[in-house]
């Protein structure tokens, strides 16, 4: 069993950066495909960034290419996606997920989930 755990969410102003966590206890993380999903008022929870067990491929929906890295510390058993340049429509809660597989764009396919951390930006 694996329980995730996220922090660093918070209002930062336009063009500003954030770095989320994620941390996990009950298992080793390198085992797993990790994800960071986001959920906006009204919207469907959406995929932004995978990274891989194992070889730690990384992920990253289109919306954030170029701004957000996520990376992985094995030995801290902690995923981190850093956000740069972050954009209004970038508010939402943030999620990180779990699956004993490959990454999948999925949300039904995760079988570990945090309890999600608010990034709010705006002026």
């Known amino acids: 069993q694996v329980q995730l755990v996220e922090s660093g969410g918070g209002l930062v102003q336009p063009g500003g950066s954030l770095r989320l966590s994620c941390a996990a206890s009950?298992?080793?993380?390198?085992?797993?495909?990790i994800i960071w999903f986001r959920q906006a008022p009204g919207k469907e929870r959406e995929g932004v960034s995978c990274i891989s067990r194992y070889d730690g491929t990384t992920y990253y929906d289109d919306s954030v290419k170029g701004r957000f890295t996520i990376s992985r510390d094995n030995a801290q058993n902690m995923v981190y996606l850093q956000m740069n340049s972050l954009k209004p429509e970038d508010t939402a809660v943030y999620y990180c997920a779990a699956r004993s597989y490959y990454c999948s764009a999925y949300v039904s396919r995760y079988e570990y989930w945090g309890q999600g951390t608010q990034v709010t930006v705006s002026t």
């Open positions: 009950g298992a080793t993380l390198d085992y797993y495909a």
